[in-house]
């Protein structure tokens, strides 16, 4: 598929329990979480180190997050483009009563082979979705790396910008970058 053709409409599913996720699309989730990281993408989690990353840490992170899905406080979304895995992200929900009518999207992403197709845009629409009608989440927030255009990407689609943490991600030596903060109402 050639970058600049625009999925329509990917198909999505949703990993709501650990069991659900076969040891295939496990395989397809690891490779394109490494991938994107070792491309300089901004989704690197705590317990990774900084790239290149490999499968045995990226596996490591994606079984523990895995681990704390359930339906009504975490879900992998995943995007699929005639049935190979072009992007994932994961939609968590806190349980303390102060929050818990508020999600957090974290680790969205693309993979390499499917950039520009409208991936990551089509999974941000479906997370709302799913958030609100399936959750009964009422806003959503996310953290994203300045220097990348992602506040840019993440407002076209009605995310608003809240805050900075000035320099608070240290992606090497002398290149400090914001942590953008953002919040979309559902």
């Known amino acids: 598929m050639a970058a600049h053709e625009a999925v329509r409409s990917p198909e999505f599913t949703q990993i709501t329990r ?3 996720l076969t040891p295939h699309l496990r395989r397809e989730l690891v490779d394109c979480w490494m991938t ?5 993408g901004a989704v690197i989690p705590h317990g990774f180190g900084l790239p290149p990353v490999g499968p ?30 072009a992007g994932w992200l994961l939609l968590r929900r806190d349980t303390h009563p102060l929050v818990a009518h508020c999600g957090v999207v974290n680790h969205v992403q693309t993979h ?7 991936i990551g845009a ?22 994203a790396r300045a ?14 910008e809240v805050g900075r943490w000035p320099g608070a991600l240290r992606v090497g030596p002398g290149d400090d970058r914001d942590e953008i903060l953002m919040s979309l109402a559902l």
């Open 18 to 20: 650990p069991h659900e």
């Open 36 to 40: 994107v990281s070792n491309a300089g």
């Open 56 to 85: 045995a840490e990226v596996g490591a992170a994606l079984d523990q997050i895995v681990r704390t899905l359930e339906p009504r406080h975490g879900r992998l979304l995943v995007a699929d483009v005639k049935g190979a895995p």
């Open 112 to 118: 390499t082979r499917f950039r520009g197709l409208g």
């Open 122 to 143: 089509a999974l941000m629409r479906h997370v709302r979705h799913v958030a609100r009608d399936e959750m009964g989440i009422e806003r959503l927030g996310l953290t």
């Open 147 to 160: 220097g990348m255009g992602l506040e840019d990407f993440y407002g076209k689609l009605g995310w608003v």
